[in-house]
């Protein structure tokens, strides 16, 4: 296929990349292999935009690259002191929000939000801590449901919907009371028909879903993080590849 | 008029019976509807106004606005009627009798304390009234036995201008487009100039003809009638005098864009004006102003149905509103694409508010240099002021735009006036220095809401109960609106108890520009307005109640060991931490 060669590039931090029609900033970017924060944000579930991690400045103006359509001729910020600064100050906000217990949660090593504190250089917490009362989900044999540790992400809530074909959580609540709720009568996890192999059991990218029995399988020190950084591209899939499918 | 079967209406229905939403109907709504009953649950946890345990015989909403609130001449009116009730604030007496809430701004702002009651405005409160009040409920007299003064609502219109002061008999619009064609009214629309008047000035026509020339199977005109500023009123009045204007700007509207339906999205604090405007509507449909071939001419099939919210300030934003009207929490959406192009049921919509549509009635009629023969370039014809506060003459107000914020205080009969809040807390605060200032998009721009605040007032009580207002409002979608908002009514809270240090100010000041440059919609974008403002023109006010230290933490120490007192069952000097105040 012939393209006008100006016609399909952006520019992101003075490195020029090229774009399908239809991309998002985000898609394009990860594809050339730039990483720009998120959160919230999965390759191939559609995009939210609600953790706000990804924001760039396109022509000086802030905008959500995991929403936002690339468009010829874009100049993007998104690796700079002030974006990254904010991120750090969101990051912070997501943490004081929830009841999050890094240093003896399952997740710690794979989660996205651990990680994403490292990066950003985040060393305490910063605003005073919310202390939020939040029902635990234990109901379910082989998967459990601790919404202290979730930050509303809605990523298992699309996962569900997208691909696993089902329709098992959504987010219910307004303002600082928004909750994450199981689509069933009791309300309860049991009575859905979540699975273990289910993307929505895998995706989330703290420690709220989990598997049980399952926690330490990977020892401290081998975790995702541990290894790598989450500015390296592709991770995602990784966690998911990773997480345990099957029955404890 | 049964109310259309919308699942807000429903839900509304359920509640009038219970008094609140029993969790077993929530699974017979999602069945009847064919929905998710997470979506149901979600709704119903969404919106202030349905409860999922049981509200009193009486239900008491009392406005916190800091104009038609409960604070009135230093007197708190609701912990007094909660006092003599008995009951706390939020929650229902034991006995089931009564239960009281606070509210956000129930558009009552020229008729002093306002509340609820099962719906119905109750004005002019004042502390005798709520003696009488709790003798009433404790004696369990039905509302049509109180004085029927407390109930009646006067549209004091002070001024009138381009709009209010001719009238457009019913149909007159219509016979204008019929007679001269869609293409050339939707000309002299353009022509006319009209931005749309919920504050952020679209143009009118351009907006009319994108929506036209979108691909569709359906296009769809709907009037956003969720007057939800605090300060505002106007539509209020507007809704009870000129409601026939309205439904005739819509269907002309229909018309040119080619929509078959409508709606008009009304505020839950205003469905006692519903009646009132389903009277107007059957009227219509008998004088084949609305229905089939609309004044014979076939093909122009249109109707209008309205939907009546349930307390949510958010759902004022235009894809918010498009959510709540498809029966979802009004979450707002993405743009683009804009409602445009993809707003209800995914297909084009214009969505204006009350008064575009009014003018643009006007318009059709009179046509569109009549219209920009008042105002300045960038701001063609009047704007409808709602003002109150601390003013001889609190009322509506039409202007040609331009007009400076010291005329309109002269008017309204304003002395020592500190401040001005335009366009509602999400607005701006603008000081003495800047009443040379106008009104118009190029310059003060403003949805109509517009409050003053005399010298005796407090200007950082003010902020703070804006602050409240919008960490109460923000739906809770994206990271720094739904965690930002709390923490900003925090961190005031702390400066406004004397517990505020330097750093509790650079805080705010930080938080602030977080939230406002990093929200997802408008409501977070402008949030921090009243903080900001406030920061820079009244710092005195924050600095006054500093504490002269550089840090103070967020929580009470010796507070953080009531819990360890209560269970050693200590309360001696040993047990207390001595805070080391000065
Ligand atoms: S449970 Fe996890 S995936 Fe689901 S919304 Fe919460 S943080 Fe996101
Ligand atoms: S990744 Fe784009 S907003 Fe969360």
Same mark, same amino acid.
């Given at each position: 296929m012939v393209t006008e060669p100006e016609a399909s590039l952006i520019t992101i931090d003075n490195q020029k990349i090229p774009f399908k029609h239809g991309q998002t900033i985000?898609?394009? $970017?990860?594809?050339?292999?730039?990483?720009?924060?998120?959160?919230?944000?999965?390759?191939?579930?559609?995009?939210?935009?609600?953790?706000?991690?990804?924001?760039?400045?396109?022509?000086?103006?802030?905008?959500?690259?995991?929403?936002?359509? $690339?468009?010829?001729?874009?100049?993007?910020?998104?690796?700079?002191?002030?974006?990254?600064?904010?991120?750090?100050?969101?990051?912070?906000?997501?943490?004081?929000?929830?009841?999050?217990?890094?240093p003896s949660c399952e997740k710690t090593g794979n989660c996205p939000l651990q990680a994403m504190a490292y990066h950003l250089g985040m060393l305490e917490g910063h605003y005073p801590q919310q202390h939020p009362v939040r029902e635990v989900d234990a109901s379910h044999p082989t998967i459990m449901l601790d919404r202290d540790r979730c930050i509303l992400c809605s990523l298992c809530v699309r996962a569900s919907r997208e691909v696993d074909g089902k329709n098992v959580f959504a987010i219910a609540g307004r303002g600082i009371d928004a909750r994450l709720i199981v689509n069933t009568p009791s309300g309860k996890l049991i009575d859905s028909d979540i699975e273990v192999g289910d993307l929505a059991a895998k995706i989330c990218p703290v420690g709220a879903i989990l598997i049980k029995e399952r926690g330490y399988d990977v020892p401290i020190g081998q975790r995702i993080f541990d290894q790598h950084r989450i500015s390296e591209i592709g991770l995602e899939n990784e966690i998911v590849k990773r997480a345990p499918s099957d029955d404890p | 008029m049964a109310e259309s079967p919308h699942l807000l209406h429903r839900l509304y229905?359920?509640?009038?019976?219970?008094?609140?939403?029993?969790?077993?109907?929530?699974?017979?709504?999602?069945?009847?509807?064919?929905?998710?009953?997470? &979506?149901?649950?979600?709704?119903?946890?969404?919106?202030?106004?349905?409860?999922?345990?049981?509200?009193?015989?009486?239900?008491i909403l009392f406005s916190n606005c800091t104009s038609c609130g409960y604070q009135a001449r230093g007197v708190d009116l609701l912990q007094l009627l909660s006092q003599q009730l008995g009951v706390s604030v939020n929650q229902t007496r034991a006995d089931g009798r009564v239960s009281v809430h606070e509210t956000s701004c129930i558009g009552l702002c020229d008729h002093g304390a306002s509340l609820l009651i099962n719906g119905i405005p109750l004005v002019r409160l004042d502390p005798a009234g709520i003696w009488q009040m709790v003798g009433l409920i404790e004696s369990g007299k039905p509302l049509t036995e109180w004085p029927q003064a407390w109930f009646h609502i006067d549209n004091t219109l002070h001024k009138r201008g381009l709009l209010l002061e001719t009238d457009l008999s019913p149909g007159e619009g219509l016979q204008a487009l019929l007679a001269r064609g869609w293409e050339e009214i939707l000309a002299e629309i353009v022509q006319s100039k009209l931005r749309g008047r919920g504050g952020a000035g679209f143009n009118t026509g351009l907006k009319w003809r994108l929506c036209k020339e979108a691909v569709a199977e359906a296009r769809y005109v709907v009037c956003n009638a969720d007057e939800g500023e605090p300060g505002t009123f106007k539509d209020r009045m507007l809704l009870q005098q000129y409601a026939d204007t309205l439904f005739e700007g819509m269907t002309i509207c229909a018309h040119i864009i080619g929509a078959r339906e409508g709606y008009v999205y009304l505020r839950g604090e205003y469905r006692y004006l519903l009646p009132h405007l389903q009277t107007i509507l059957a009227r219509r449909r008998q004088t084949s102003l609305l229905g089939k071939s609309i004044l014979a001419k076939t093909g122009f099939d249109f109707d209008i149905e309205i939907v009546v919210g349930a307390g949510a300030y958010i759902c004022g934003e235009e894809s918010a509103l498009i959510e709540s009207l498809e029966g979802k929490p009004g979450i707002p959406r993405s743009r683009p694409p804009f409602p445009v192009t993809q707003g209800y049921l995914g297909q084009p919509t214009v969505v204006n508010n009350v008064e575009t549509f009014i003018a643009a009635a006007h318009i059709a009629y009179k046509g569109g240099a009549w219209f920009s023969s008042v105002g300045t370039v960038e701001s063609a014809g009047s704007k409808l002021l709602s003002i109150s506060g601390?003013?001889?003459?609190?009322?509506?107000?039409?202007?040609?735009?331009?007009? @400076?914020?010291?005329?309109?205080? &002269?008017?309204?009969?304003?002395?020592?006036?500190?401040?001005?809040?335009?366009?509602?807390?999400?607005?701006?605060?603008?000081? &003495?220095?800047?009443?040379?200032?106008?009104?118009?998009?190029?310059?003060?721009?403003?949805?109509?809401?517009?409050?003053?605040?005399?010298?005796?007032?407090?200007?950082?009580?003010?902020?703070?109960?804006?602050?409240?207002?919008?960490?109460?409002?923000?739906?809770?979608?994206? @990271?720094?609106?739904?965690?930002?908002?709390?923490?900003?009514?925090?961190?005031?809270?702390?400066?406004?108890?004397?517990?505020?240090?330097?750093?509790?100010?650079?805080?705010?000041?930080?938080?602030?520009?977080?939230?406002?440059?990093?929200?997802?919609?408008?409501?977070?974008?402008?949030?921090a307005n009243p903080i900001l403002d406030g920061l820079q023109s009244f710092p005195q006010f924050f600095e006054r109640r500093l504490i002269q230290r550089d840090f103070s933490p967020h929580f009470n120490l010796d507070a953080a060991l009531e819990e360890a007192r209560r269970m050693t069952q200590r309360d001696d000097v040993d047990a207390h931490l001595e805070q080391d105040i000065e």
């Open positions: 985000m898609d394009a $970017a990860l594809a050339a292999g730039i990483y720009i924060p998120h959160l919230c944000h999965f390759p191939g579930i559609t995009p939210h935009g609600n953790c706000k991690h990804c924001t760039v400045e396109v022509n000086g103006k802030p905008v959500t690259a995991c929403t936002t359509l $690339a468009t010829t001729g874009q100049k993007i910020r998104n690796d700079t002191v002030e974006l990254n600064e904010a991120r750090k100050s969101l990051t912070q906000m997501l943490f004081i929000e929830g009841n999050h217990i890094c | 229905e359920i509640q009038q019976k219970h008094r609140y939403i029993p969790d077993e109907s929530i699974g017979e709504v999602a069945d009847q509807f064919g929905l998710p009953i997470s &979506q149901v649950r979600a709704v119903v946890d969404f919106y202030a106004f349905f409860y999922t345990s049981p509200r009193g015989d009486y239900h601390d003013c001889a003459a609190p009322g509506i107000y039409e202007y040609p735009f331009g007009v @400076t914020l010291q005329q309109i205080l &002269q008017d309204c009969g304003a002395d020592n006036v500190q401040a001005v809040q335009v366009g509602g807390p999400s607005g701006i605060l603008i000081d &003495q220095s800047a009443f040379h200032r106008r009104i118009g998009f190029e310059d003060v721009s403003t949805g109509g809401s517009l409050m003053v605040f005399s010298d005796q007032r407090d200007v950082l009580d003010i902020i703070y109960q804006f602050a409240a207002f919008f960490a109460h409002e923000s739906c809770g979608f994206c @990271t720094p609106c739904r965690v930002g908002t709390t923490l900003l009514k925090q961190n005031l809270y702390k400066i406004v108890t004397n517990q505020g240090t330097r750093y509790d100010m650079a805080e705010l000041q930080h938080t602030s520009e977080l939230v406002r440059r990093y929200s997802h919609c408008g409501l977070g974008h402008t949030a």
